[in-house]
């Protein structure tokens, strides 16, 4: 029950942005970083770090994105054909309890 219920918190707390990334907290900052030198730390992409690049794209959360990715194949429909905005809204929007506690885990163990 425990596991469930800090599940649901990170997932609740990365849909409402009271999370960890760069993007977020680099607007708490003083004085504050500018949006786009919010680089991710976790990779050399340079890339800024926020929601997408963080569930979807980040080098640095590969091997915890791997079951995240099994379980979206097998709710959304051709996902590893979609664009990344495409892939992080079906997973972000997906009812599915067997794919909301894989994103759940996801973000535990990325350390969103």
Sequence with gaps: MQQSRKVLTKIARFRTSSHSLKIETGRHHKPII???????????????????????????????????????????NNFLSLDDIT??????TNKEPDLLSSLGKFLLQADV
Aim: aromatic content about 8%; proline content about 6%.
């Design 87 to 92: 892939k992080f809204t079906a997973i972000m």
């Design 34 to 76: 500018p949006a786009p030198n919010r680089i991710c730390e976790k990779c050399t992409s340079n890339f800024v770090e926020d929601e997408i690049h963080c569930l979807i794209v980040c080098p640095g959360n590969e091997q915890h994105r791997v079951n995240l990715f099994l379980n979206a194949t097998k709710f959304i």
